[in-house]
């Protein structure tokens, strides 16, 4: 790793993320003009959030370890338009020393989702209103990874003491600005309800906007940049109005009875005096004007392309900004029946100064009109369809603020845009919803049965199995071999062996030593046969906000999905993630474990930071938009987690039974659009049974759909320690069931212990259900091929492909004048769950294999991890997943240690565990 490029890549990073966190903030409401905040203001910022900011949500998704983080004060200190109230401010610091951040000792899971806030007193407000003109309360939550959010108050609904402060600092400033520094929408309905809401004239989501997050929030608060960002999710007065709450939260199952209705499909159909704030929705600075310049159709029948050209002008006098255009389509109800808005196609300006105009052009295919017919009714049974009557188009800068086109796109007779199979259709009976016309414009809600699976999964299985190669041993090819043209790919797979082909469908992790240090896995060339045969060892790394490290490597973490979001910008994202790749590449990291591309179905899912909306056109743009980026850095970014993986209770176990139909068009819509317009070659499925079937051995999620249908060429991988049961009969789950998963083409299993690929350490099936007959050779073959045809693509394939060498060599310091140096041996001893360091002597020059004992009382997808570093110089990473308690050995990496001293530090970088024993034995 090249340390000076590494700098240089995240100095490059860092304003690329602040521009994007600040295109993300959305200005909900802004009376009077109250911000942006002028230089003849003094402004006392209330709330702890100010100093401790949350950048990101928690779990895999947000542990990014970064080089230095702005807080949401220190950005506003650093504008020199605003000033602040500092007696407020040191009141506030006072406090929070007293009272720190509580992390929950900052094990997995255990941060709470808000601070306790300090409840000031009538008089201290009365002081600083006294002292400033206005008044800004900063609301903080987080959530994340294991634990849903909950309809209460610290979570999604303010607490008593925010309450109270609110009402407070309303009583005494007649200019309130509200800042909702959050990692999803929360509770709005304060806003109707304060006894002095009209002092509020201001409310700002600014997110959790990553490591640049305050200089952001004070970049928009100071109107050095207008606010461009628009939600991507509705916000309703009340949590029951969201269709879906009636069925979140189940411990064994969820219908999915909103089928296609999610967010504003919904809202907008059938209870559109239930939203407080549309989806779509963002305020400027300044005002704009949207004029339809040009109208037209290109192309013939299902191959159609409606364009629209908008005239967008910046009719304000004083600010420069940007404007999002918004193109919804109202379909003919039909025989299937239709939201009464889709969102089609959206584009963003570039900065336009007052009285400057941009014409956008809005291309939008009628394939992406279509609906698709689960149960036949249209006589087009598995098929996407265009129902014959009049498509029109609603532009505007959100669902409600529009104009109705005049021109239309029409249908003479119901044609097919698209011949499916039927695929994914649920096995349980329940009823959705479907619209009803009513008297008003508005539709009642009436329920039809939802069409259940007709198919042979066992016939569809058995019709598609691959031919077996005839395993001829080693011929002397290289993976390099296939790429220089030299042999085929079906010559160089036939060499491996049966226990080489089952070693190369096993990742090993958490923090393989054979890449880059705490990463989340290693794959391919994990064993010295294979790296023998020119495979490299790949790495992956969590994500989707930025590179988790779990050694203590420093990596830049960017605004949360949601966020990135409600930028709609698919240019801007394109460019973050393109810096994310160079930095990627620059750790030697090949794929980014992300973007996150499930649906907002429901506002308390604990993990709706790391996706983008409730609406799947806008995640899938934005999700394509991200890949591109990294393929552009020479990386890959992975998927997840396919697919409808809606809640985090229960995530492993929780069927998501849902409508071919809803699947099709709302869950997995925005993975078809980033593998066909983004060119996604890596997937990682769900830990939950879709259907009946757990996502890894979902034969017609990995199969049917992705690779048959849509064309998907790559690796699809499960989810860490994800279990798997009976591809075509369903049944019992079991994390052994690799050979599931290797029929469903999943390719690989996500992770076993270190060095545990090739000695089968979890004791999955594959080998057997070959020997048995249930599993082809052919079929394993055909996932070591999708396995070796991605690694071509990755930047591992340029660096030096070598066997792994666990031995690491650290030089001792040979005085040491303290008296508190342990011996080697005395390390066993040591018991500690918290960062340590000491001095040790080593008595005898030798390669050490280091091992240890810890136990972690949490559930088994929990993860910790401590760093070890001798004499400053980092030597590896102990991983240890939730263990329930009980104590586990953990094998570390040989160390080559001089005679000596040498400061050992143990660095949990990832609390939670203890670390029982610590032992280096001589080899």
């Not at 991983?879 to 953990?890: A, C, D, F, L, Q």
Request: aromatic content about 8%.
């Amino acid at each position: 790793m090249d340390r000076d490029h590494l700098l240089e890549v995240q100095d490059k990073l860092a304003p690329i993320s602040r521009q994007s966190a600040a295109e993300g903030i959305v200005l909900l409401k802004n009376d009077q003009a109250v911000l942006p905040i002028q230089q003849s203001d003094n402004l006392a910022v209330f709330g702890r959030c100010q100093l401790d900011t949350y950048r990101s949500g928690t779990g895999s998704g947000g542990a990014v370890n970064v080089r230095y983080s702005i807080s949401l004060i220190e950005g506003l200190l650093a504008n020199d338009s605003i000033e602040l109230n500092e007696n407020l401010l040191q009141r506030y610091r006072d406090w929070v020393k007293e009272n720190p951040f509580d992390d929950g000792g900052g094990g997995w899971a255990a941060e709470p989702w808000y601070q306790e806030e300090l409840l000031l007193s009538d008089e201290e407000v009365a002081l600083a209103s006294s002292q400033s003109n206005k008044a800004m309360f900063i609301i903080g939550r987080t959530a994340g990874e294991d634990q849903d959010n909950a309809d209460a108050s610290g979570s999604y609904k303010m607490t008593d003491t925010e309450v109270s402060m609110l009402t407070k600092i309303t009583q005494n400033f007649s200019e309130v600005i509200v800042v909702m520094n959050t990692t999803n929408i929360m509770d709005m309905s304060w806003l109707m309800t304060l006894e002095h809401r009209h002092s509020i004239k201001s409310v700002v989501y600014c997110w959790a906007a990553g490591m640049e997050g305050g200089h952001a929030l004070a970049d928009v608060l100071s109107g050095d940049v207008s606010p461009s960002g628009k939600l991507t999710d509705t916000i309703a007065y009340d949590l029951c109005d969201y269709p879906s709450s009636a069925n979140f939260g189940g411990t064994t199952h969820n219908c999915y009875a909103e089928d296609v209705y999610v967010g504003y499909r919904y809202f907008e159909t059938f209870k559109p005096n239930a939203v407080q704030f549309e989806f779509g929705f963002g305020l400027s600075y300044t005002a704009f004007k949207q004029e339809l310049v040009d109208f037209d159709v290109v192309g013939q029948g299902k191959n159609s392309i409606v364009r629209a050209s908008i005239k967008v002008t910046n009719v304000g006098e004083h600010y420069v900004g940007k404007e999002v255009v918004q193109v919804y389509l109202e379909a003919p109800q039909g025989q299937l029946g239709k939201p009464a808005r889709v969102l089609v196609g959206f584009k963003k300006t570039s900065p336009l100064k007052p009285g400057a105009s941009e014409t956008l052009v809005i291309s939008m295919p009628v394939r992406d009109f279509a609906s698709y017919d689960d149960s036949g009714v249209t006589g087009n049974k598995s098929c996407y369809v265009l129902e014959k009557g009049d498509y029109c188009f609603h532009v505007g800068s959100s669902v409600r603020d529009t104009t109705k086109l005049l021109h239309r796109y029409h249908v003479s007779n119901t044609f097919v845009t698209e011949q499916c199979q039927e695929a994914l259709a649920p096995i349980r009976s329940f009823e959705r919803i479907k619209p009803v016309k009513q008297r008003d414009s508005y539709y009642g809600v009436d329920f039809e049965s939802v069409p259940l699976r007709t198919v042979s999964l066992s016939e569809r299985v058995e019709s598609n199995l691959p031919q077996a190669l005839v395993i001829t041993g080693d011929l002397g090819y290289k993976l390099l071999d296939v790429k220089n043209g030299s042999v085929t790919m079906e010559q160089f797979v036939s060499q491996l062996s049966l226990p080489q082909l089952a070693t190369m469908v096993r990742g090993e992790g958490m923090c393989s030593p054979k890449v880059t240090p705490g990463t989340a896995a290693a794959f391919g060339g994990v064993s010295d046969d294979l790296i023998d045969f020119g495979i490299p060892a790949v790495a992956a790394a969590d994500g989707p906000s930025g590179i988790r490290m779990d050694s203590g490597h420093k990596a830049t973490q960017v605004p949360i999905g949601t966020l990135l979001g409600c930028t709609w910008n698919s240019e801007l994202n394109e460019e973050l993630f393109y810096w994310v790749g160079e930095e990627l590449r620059a750790y030697q990291i090949d794929t980014l474990l992300g973007p996150g591309v499930n649906i907002h179905r429901h506002p308390l899912n604990g993990r709706n930071f790391e996706y983008f909306s409730e609406d799947p056109f806008v995640t899938g743009t934005l999700a394509a938009a991200q890949v591109k980026g990294l393929k552009k850095a020479g990386v890959t970014g992975t998927l997840k987690h396919f697919a409808a993986n809606d809640q985090e209770t229960g995530r492993m176990d929780v069927d998501s039974v849902m409508s071919e139909r809803a699947i099709r068009e709302v869950h997995i819509k925005p993975f078809e659009m980033a593998v066909k317009h983004g060119g996604a070659t890596t997937i990682m499925t769900c830990y939950n049974p879709v259907n009946g079937h757990w996502g890894a051995s979902n034969y017609d999620l990995n199969t049917s759909v992705l690779r048959q249908e849509w064309g998907f060429k790559g690796i699809v991988m499960t989810d860490w320690w994800a279990k798997m049961n009976h591809p075509t009969e369903g049944g019992v789950e079991d994390k052994i069931h690799t050979s599931y998963m290797i029929r469903a083409q999943n390719d690989l299993y996500m992770v076993v212990d270190n060095d545990g690929a090739a000695i089968n350490v979890a004791g999955d099936d594959t080998l057997t259900a070959i020997e048995q007959g249930t599993l082809t050779l052919g079929e394993l073959q055909r996932s070591v091929m999708n396995i070796c045809w991605f690694i071509l693509d990755t930047p591992a394939m340029e660096r030096p492909i070598v066997r792994y060498e666990p031995v690491k060599a650290i030089r001792s310091f040979n005085e040491y004048l303290g008296s508190d140096a342990i011996a080697l041996d005395a390390l066993s001893t040591v018991e500690v769950s918290k960062t340590t360091s000491v001095v040790v002597e080593v008595l005898e020059g030798a390669t050490y294999q280091v091992s240890a004992v810890m136990s972690y009382d949490k559930p088994s997808l929990a993860q910790s991890s401590c760093a070890l570093s001798l004499n400053d110089e980092f030597c590896m990473s102990l991983s240890v997943h939730g263990t329930e308690g009980e104590r586990v050995n953990i094998e570390g990496s040989q160390v080559h240690l001089e005679k000596g001293f040498y400061h050992l530090c143990i660095d949990f970088v990832k609390a939670g565990a203890t670390l029982h024993e610590l032992n280096l034995k001589p080899c």
